[in-house]
Protein backbone atom coordinates (compact mmCIF):
# COMPACT_ATOMS: atom_id res chain seq x y z
CA UNK A 1 0.00 0.00 0.00
CA UNK A 2 1.66 2.91 -0.77
CA UNK A 3 1.16 6.67 -2.15
CA UNK A 4 3.14 8.92 -4.37
CA UNK A 5 4.66 10.24 -1.60
CA UNK A 6 5.32 7.12 0.12
CA UNK A 7 3.80 4.16 1.69
CA UNK A 8 0.89 4.65 3.49
CA UNK A 9 1.08 1.92 5.77
CA UNK A 10 4.08 1.14 7.94
CA UNK A 11 6.56 -1.46 6.93
CA UNK A 12 7.58 -4.54 9.12
CA UNK A 13 5.14 -3.43 11.95
CA UNK A 14 6.89 -0.64 13.29
CA UNK A 15 3.57 1.59 13.54
CA UNK A 16 4.70 3.61 16.80
CA UNK A 17 8.00 5.33 15.02
CA UNK A 18 6.44 5.51 11.38
CA UNK A 19 3.79 8.22 12.66
CA UNK A 20 6.49 10.32 14.16
CA UNK A 21 8.03 10.38 10.99
CA UNK A 22 7.48 13.17 8.65
CA UNK A 23 7.04 13.05 5.15
CA UNK A 24 10.48 12.38 3.34
CA UNK A 25 11.58 10.61 5.83
CA UNK A 26 9.03 8.04 5.36
CA UNK A 27 9.99 8.30 2.15
CA UNK A 28 13.57 7.78 2.54
CA UNK A 29 12.58 4.49 4.71
CA UNK A 30 10.62 2.72 2.67
CA UNK A 31 12.92 3.03 -0.11
CA UNK A 32 15.89 1.70 1.75
CA UNK A 33 13.41 -1.14 2.97
CA UNK A 34 12.51 -1.64 -0.28
CA UNK A 35 15.93 -1.54 -1.39
CA UNK A 36 15.09 2.16 -4.28
CA UNK A 37 17.31 5.00 -5.29
CA UNK A 38 16.40 8.74 -3.98
CA UNK A 39 18.54 10.37 -6.47
CA UNK A 40 16.56 12.09 -9.55
CA UNK A 41 17.12 15.19 -11.46
CA UNK A 42 15.62 18.18 -9.89
CA UNK A 43 16.19 20.42 -12.39
CA UNK A 44 14.84 18.32 -14.88
CA UNK A 45 11.59 17.76 -13.24
CA UNK A 46 11.86 21.59 -12.13
CA UNK A 47 12.28 22.69 -16.06
CA UNK A 48 9.34 20.54 -17.37
CA UNK A 49 7.05 21.77 -15.27
CA UNK A 50 7.67 25.81 -16.35
CA UNK A 51 4.99 27.57 -17.84
CA UNK A 52 5.08 30.07 -21.16
CA UNK A 53 4.81 33.20 -18.84
CA UNK A 54 7.89 31.46 -16.46
CA UNK A 55 10.35 30.43 -19.22
CA UNK A 56 9.47 34.09 -20.22
CA UNK A 57 9.99 35.96 -17.08
CA UNK A 58 13.35 33.39 -16.64
CA UNK A 59 14.65 34.44 -20.51
CA UNK A 60 14.23 38.39 -19.56
CA UNK A 61 15.64 37.69 -15.67
CA UNK A 62 18.77 36.05 -17.57
CA UNK A 63 19.30 38.96 -19.95
CA UNK A 64 18.29 41.43 -17.74
CA UNK A 65 21.53 41.09 -15.13
CA UNK A 66 23.51 40.09 -17.99
CA UNK A 67 26.95 42.15 -18.85
CA UNK A 68 25.27 42.07 -22.73
CA UNK A 69 22.76 43.88 -21.36
CA UNK A 70 24.16 46.30 -19.44
CA UNK A 71 26.05 47.35 -22.38
CA UNK A 72 23.74 47.55 -24.72
CA UNK A 73 22.02 49.90 -22.27
CA UNK A 74 25.34 51.97 -21.71
CA UNK A 75 25.43 52.44 -25.75
CA UNK A 76 21.50 53.38 -26.18
CA UNK A 77 22.62 55.81 -23.21
CA UNK A 78 25.25 57.40 -24.67
CA UNK A 79 23.92 57.74 -28.20
CA UNK A 80 20.30 59.29 -27.36
CA UNK A 81 22.45 61.86 -24.85
CA UNK A 82 25.10 63.12 -27.66
CA UNK A 83 22.33 62.52 -30.74
CA UNK A 84 19.88 65.27 -28.79
CA UNK A 85 22.84 67.29 -27.35
CA UNK A 86 24.86 67.18 -31.07
CA UNK A 87 21.03 68.38 -32.38
CA UNK A 88 20.69 70.94 -30.12
CA UNK A 89 24.13 72.47 -30.48
CA UNK A 90 23.45 72.75 -34.12
CA UNK A 91 20.16 75.19 -33.03
CA UNK A 92 17.28 72.56 -34.47
CA UNK A 93 14.89 71.07 -32.75
CA UNK A 94 16.05 68.23 -30.63
CA UNK A 95 13.44 65.05 -30.00
CA UNK A 96 14.34 65.11 -26.61
CA UNK A 97 16.29 68.29 -25.08
CA UNK A 98 18.40 68.43 -21.97
CA UNK A 99 17.69 67.02 -19.18
CA UNK A 100 16.10 64.53 -21.26
CA UNK A 101 13.48 64.01 -19.73
CA UNK A 102 11.87 61.47 -22.25
CA UNK A 103 14.28 59.28 -21.40
CA UNK A 104 14.01 59.09 -18.24
CA UNK A 105 10.15 58.48 -18.19
CA UNK A 106 11.05 55.54 -21.18
CA UNK A 107 14.07 54.11 -18.27
CA UNK A 108 11.34 54.21 -15.54
CA UNK A 109 8.73 51.95 -17.52
CA UNK A 110 11.57 49.85 -18.29
CA UNK A 111 12.66 49.46 -14.41
CA UNK A 112 8.35 49.03 -13.73
CA UNK A 113 8.30 46.67 -16.04
CA UNK A 114 11.65 44.76 -15.57
CA UNK A 115 11.25 44.78 -12.05
CA UNK A 116 8.38 42.44 -11.04
CA UNK A 117 9.65 40.06 -14.31
CA UNK A 118 12.75 39.36 -12.54
CA UNK A 119 11.11 39.26 -9.06
CA UNK A 120 9.01 36.27 -10.63
CA UNK A 121 12.02 34.66 -11.82
CA UNK A 122 13.23 34.87 -8.18
CA UNK A 123 10.92 33.18 -6.39
CA UNK A 124 10.75 30.38 -9.12
CA UNK A 125 14.14 29.95 -8.24
CA UNK A 126 14.14 30.12 -4.50
CA UNK A 127 10.92 27.20 -5.06
CA UNK A 128 13.46 25.09 -7.13
CA UNK A 129 16.14 25.56 -4.25
CA UNK A 130 13.50 24.73 -1.52
CA UNK A 131 12.63 21.29 -4.18
CA UNK A 132 16.63 20.76 -4.38
CA UNK A 133 17.13 21.00 -0.50
CA UNK A 134 14.24 18.60 0.31
CA UNK A 135 15.67 16.04 -2.25
CA UNK A 136 19.08 16.27 -0.44
CA UNK A 137 17.56 15.53 2.62
CA UNK A 138 16.01 12.80 1.28
CA UNK A 139 19.19 11.45 -0.13
CA UNK A 140 21.20 12.18 3.26
CA UNK A 141 18.89 10.51 5.23
CA UNK A 142 18.64 7.57 3.18
CA UNK A 143 22.18 7.28 3.33
CA UNK A 144 22.83 8.24 7.14
CA UNK A 145 19.96 4.84 7.33
CA UNK A 146 22.21 2.66 5.39
CA UNK A 147 25.02 3.77 7.04
CA UNK A 148 23.27 2.88 10.33
CA UNK A 149 22.19 -0.87 8.95
CA UNK A 150 25.68 -1.38 7.35
CA UNK A 151 27.39 -0.72 11.14
CA UNK A 152 24.73 -2.82 12.60
CA UNK A 153 25.56 -5.99 10.48
CA UNK A 154 29.43 -5.06 11.25
CA UNK A 155 29.14 -5.43 14.91
CA UNK A 156 27.12 -8.78 14.89
Known amino acids: ?39 RDINREFADTRTFGERVSDRIASFGGSWPFIGSAFLLLAVWV ?44 SARDRLAAAHDYEVNLKAEIEIQSLHEKLDT
Do not use: C, F
Open 1 to 39: MSTPSGPAVPPHGLPALWEKLTGPQRRAVARVLLTRGVA
Open 82 to 125: VLNSVILVRGTHAWDPYPYILLNLILSMLAALQAPVIMMSQNRQ
